[in-house]
C-alpha cells in the first residue's frame, strides 16, 4: 500500500518498524521513509515486560511527534494496543487493523484485556472480513469496518531451487498446530492411498516440523511427502503444483490462498472465516469443514481424479484479483483516510 501511495504521490507514508533493521520482507520503494525504532526485546520476568513496553510505548509516542503524521495505522494485536496508547492526548486519529480471526487467535489474557479496553479509544478498528468485525467486542465492533487484503498476481518468472515431482498437492505456511498441517497429512494419506502418482510438498518452517515428518513416517506415506522448508519466491512453487490445500484452523485473510488463486491454481480450503470470503465454493475453489479429515480427503480425492474440473476451478479462481483488486482496496483506504481528515462528523 505505502509503495503504491508514494508512487502516485497521493500520501507521504512514514512506516515505522518496532524491531530493529533488517531486510525487509516487502521492499519499500522510493519515497517511503522507514524508521527502525530497534523495540523488540525479550522479557522473562513479569516486571521487565511492564518496563519493557512502557518504554515502547514511549518510544513510539516519541516517533510520532518526530514525523507529526496526519494519521496513525497500527497492525497487529499488541502493536494496535501499544500504538493507541501513545497517542493518548495526542489529538491524532488512529486506526488499528486486525489480522486475524480475532475469535479464535489467542494473544494471552493481559493483551486480550488491554485491547478490549483501548480499541475503543481508537477512531476506526479495521478488520479484514465481516466475520473478523462481528468477532470484535461490542464497544471495538461499532467503530469497524471490514477492508480486505489487496491481491495481485504474484511474479512466478524465478524457478524452483529444483523441479518438484508431479502431479502434486502443494500446502505453505507456518509449522505450527493453528495451520492444520497434521489434518492435511491424514487426508493426503487417505486420498492418496489408491493415487500412487501423487505427492504432497509442504513448504514453510516451524516449532511443529520434527512431529509433522513422524506423523507422515507413521502414516506410511513419508516417501511421498516433502519437506522443503522456508521458501523465497512462493509464486514459483505455485508454478510446480496441481492442486493447493489450506487446512488452517483459523485464518485472517489468507496471503498464501489468495497468490493460489492468482496464478489459477485450484484450491481446497477449511472453511475458516478468511478462507470463506475469498472462495465462492464449487465456482473457484471447494471449502471443507475445519478439522474434517474424512471431507478434506473425499476433496482431495475428488480433484486429483479430475483435472478438467481442476482447469475450471483454477480459471475461475483467477478472478479474485478483480473482486480484491488493489484499486479496489486502496480505494477503501483513501475514503477512510479523508473522511478522518475530515473528522469524526463525517465518518460514515
Excluded at 219 to 238: D, I, M
Excluded at 270 to 297: C, F, H, K, N
Excluded at 311 to 326: D, H, I, Q, S, Y
Amino acid at each position: 500500500m505505502v509503495n503504491r501511495w508514494a508512487a502516485r504521490g497521493a500520501l507521504r507514508p512514514v512506516v515505522l518498524v518496532l524491531e530493529g533493521e533488517r531486510a525487509p520482507a516487502y521492499p519499500m520503494g522510493q519515497g517511503v521513509t522507514v524508521l527502525w525504532l530497534n523495540l523488540a526485546k525479550n522479557s522473562s520476568w513479569a516486571l521487565d515486560k511492564i518496563a519493557n513496553n512502557l518504554r515502547r510505548i514511549q518510544d513510539i509516542r516519541t516517533a510520532l511527534q518526530e514525523t507529526r503524521p496526519d494519521i496513525v495505522v497500527a497492525f497487529q494485536d499488541s502493536t494496535n494496543v501499544l500504538t493507541i496508547l501513545s497517542c493518548l492526548g495526542a489529538g491524532l486519529p488512529v486506526v488499528v487493523s486486525e489480522r486475524t480471526d480475532p475469535a479464535r487467535h489467542r494473544i494471552g489474557a493481559a493483551w486480550s484485556a488491554l485491547r478490549a479496553l483501548t480499541y475503543p479509544l481508537a477512531a476506526v478498528v479495521v478488520a479484514q472480513t465481516e466475520a473478523a468485525r462481528k468477532a470484535l467486542p461490542w464497544p471495538a465492533r461499532r467503530k469497524a469496518l471490514a477492508i480486505p487484503n489487496a491481491i495481485l498476481t504474484p511474479n512466478a518468472d524465478k524457478g524452483c531451487a529444483s523441479p518438484l515431482p508431479r502431479p502434486l498437492v502443494l500446502g505453505l505456511g507456518r509449522l505450527s498446530p493453528e495451520k492444520g498441517f497434521s489434518e492435511l497429512l491424514r487426508a493426503f494419506a487417505l486420498a492418496a492411498a489408491t493415487r500412487p502418482a501423487w505427492r504432497l510438498a509442504i513448504a514453510g518452517d516451524g516449532p511443529q516440523g520434527a512431529e509433522l515428518s513422524a506423523l507422515a513416517h507413521s502414516l506410511g506415506c513419508a516417501e511421498r511427502v516433502l519437506f522443503v522448508g522456508a521458501v523465497q519466491n512462493v509464486a514459483s512453487w505455485f508454478g510446480q503444483a496441481d492442486l493447493f490445500a489450506l487446512p488452517s484452523h483459523y485464518e485472517g485473510f489468507p496471503n498464501a490462498l489468495c497468490e493460489a488463486m492468482a496464478l489459477g491454481l485450484p484450491c481446497i480450503a477449511t472453511a475458516t472465516s478468511g478462507a470463506a470470503a475469498i472462495i465462492r465454493p464449487e465456482v473457484d475453489g471447494l471449502l471443507v469443514a475445519v478439522g474434517d479429515v474424512p471431507q478434506m480427503a473425499l476433496s482431495l480425492a475428488r480433484l486429483m481424479d479430475a483435472p478438467q474440473e481442476r482447469a475450471r476451478l483454477g480459471a475461475a479462481a483467477r478472478e479474485v484479483t478483480k473482486r480484491f483488486g488493489e484499486d479496489q482496496v486502496l480505494g477503501l483506504w483513501e475514503k477512510l483516510f479523508r473522511e478522518l481528515r475530515r473528522g469524526p462528523e463525517c465518518m460514515s
